[in-house]
Each structure stands twice: as structure tokens, then as C-alpha cells.
């Protein structure tokens, strides 16, 4: 029972290089989300998508794409790392509005990023 | 726009009540949640209110929601050094109801 499967755990750019985060669910979630994780500011809401190829941007967009080719799998582009994009990053997954009754999201287990 | 506040640091004593508090800004949130995060792991869902309760009772953990003040508080009974974590209060303000608007998080120590 994977769940949500984020990878890699740990990674360390340059500023200026480029990466993908990866994230896959195996629980047929229509709805799927980024988050970064930054101390004293909680999750803020990176991009997410209501299904196969459909994106938006959330709270803190700039710096970042998203492409939703397949229901299971949504990676995170960095386009040109900066050192203000360390930080430790979720994907989380849910049950799309009308699918059912409340919207519990399911985390991995995060993608720790240093951009230096 | 939304706005989740909650205290950074709680330290308790085992054996003692937890209670966290958090206060909101969204009226129209359908649900307000809690989340529990360990060291090195993601968020996993604790417990929710639907916004129509007062008090949800589940186990050791109660949960009260003021919606007039829009103040939500945990509280953990008989606290365990295994609750030490950080724990999030959440709101989910957008008519989709499916992007959450976390609070900053609140670190729960419990000493022995």
C-alpha cells in the first residue's frame, strides 16, 4: 500500500540548475497538490491540479511548473534553482470535490532541497 | 486572504493535557482539520470538525471549534512522549474545498 511516493528524500543543486521533484499516488486521486514546507510558515500552496491535464497555481507559484500527463504522477519542475527555493517539499494527493464527502489529503514523505 | 494563526512551541509533562489552539480567518471553510507531523516524515491527518459542530470527542483527542470567534483548539488527554510533534491546524477556504491553508504549526514537547 504505497500511497503518495515522493522522490528523491534529499537533494542539493547550484543555483541555477534545474531539477524534477517526483510524485506518484497509487490511490486513483483525482486531486493532487504541491506544497513547500518553510519553518514558522506552515505548507504553502505550490501548484495543483483537479485532474489529467489540468494545473493552477497556488500561493507561491513563481520559480516552479507542473504538468499532469497521467492521473498517478505529477512532478515539480524547478526551472533555475535558487537559494530561495530551499526548503522541504509535499505532494499530496485526495478525492476530487463530489468524489467524497471531505477532502482528506495524503502526504509522502517529502523532498528535502538545498539550493547553494 | 485566509489566514491560519497558531503558537510555535508547547512543552508539557507526561501524563499532563495538550492543548493547542488556532484561530482562522475563513468563515466558509466546510471543515477544519488537524494534522500531525514526526520528525523527518509528511503530514498525516489526525482529526477534523465539520464547521456545524461545537465538539468532536475521538479517543484522547478533543476538539473544540468557536466558529463566532473562529478559534479551534486540540486537546490531547493524558499526554505521551510519543505525541511530540508538530501539529497543524488547517482550513480549506476555496469553494473546490480541496486546498488547504495550513497554520504555521505548533511544536508539542513532552517531557517525562
Known amino acids: 500500500n504505497a500511497g503518495v511516493t515522493q522522490t528523491p528524500k534529499f537533494q542539493v543543486l547550484k543555483t541555477g540548475q534545474s531539477m524534477t521533484l517526483q510524485c506518484a499516488q497509487d490511490m486513483n486521486h483525482e486531486y493532487m497538490s504541491w506544497y513547500r514546507q518553510d519553518p514558522g510558515m506552515g505548507l504553502r500552496l505550490i501548484h495543483y491540479?483537479?485532474?489529467?491535464?489540468?494545473?493552477d497555481q497556488g500561493e507561491v507559484p513563481n520559480g516552479y511548473n507542473v504538468s499532469r500527463s497521467t492521473t498517478e504522477d505529477f512532478p515539480l519542475r524547478l526551472l533555475s534553482a535558487a537559494p530561495s527555493q530551499t526548503s522541504v517539499y509535499f505532494c499530496?494527493?485526495?478525492?476530487?470535490?463530489?468524489?467524497?464527502?471531505?477532502?482528506?489529503?495524503?502526504f509522502g514523505q517529502g523532498t528535502r532541497l538545498t539550493v547553494v | 486572504g485566509e489566514d491560519v494563526e497558531q503558537s510555535l512551541f508547547l512543552s508539557v509533562r507526561e501524563g499532563d493535557s495538550s492543548v493547542i489552539n488556532c484561530t482562522y480567518t475563513d468563515s466558509s471553510s466546510t471543515y477544519l482539520y488537524w494534522y500531525k507531523q514526526e520528525p523527518g516524515a509528511g503530514l498525516q491527518l489526525l482529526t477534523y470538525?465539520?464547521?456545524?459542530?461545537d465538539m468532536k470527542q475521538d479517543q484522547r483527542l478533543t476538539v473544540l471549534l468557536n466558529k463566532k470567534d473562529k478559534h479551534l483548539s486540540l486537546r490531547i488527554a493524558d499526554t505521551q512522549t510519543g505525541d511530540s510533534a508538530i501539529y497543524f491546524c488547517a482550513e480549506t477556504p476555496d469553494n473546490y474545498g480541496q486546498n488547504f491553508v495550513f497554520g504555521p504549526g505548533t511544536r508539542l514537547s513532552v517531557l517525562p
Open positions: 470538525i465539520f464547521s456545524n459542530m
Open positions: 499530496a494527493s485526495s478525492y476530487a470535490w463530489g468524489q467524497a464527502e471531505r477532502a482528506e489529503a495524503f
Open positions: 491540479s483537479v485532474g489529467a491535464g489540468i494545473t
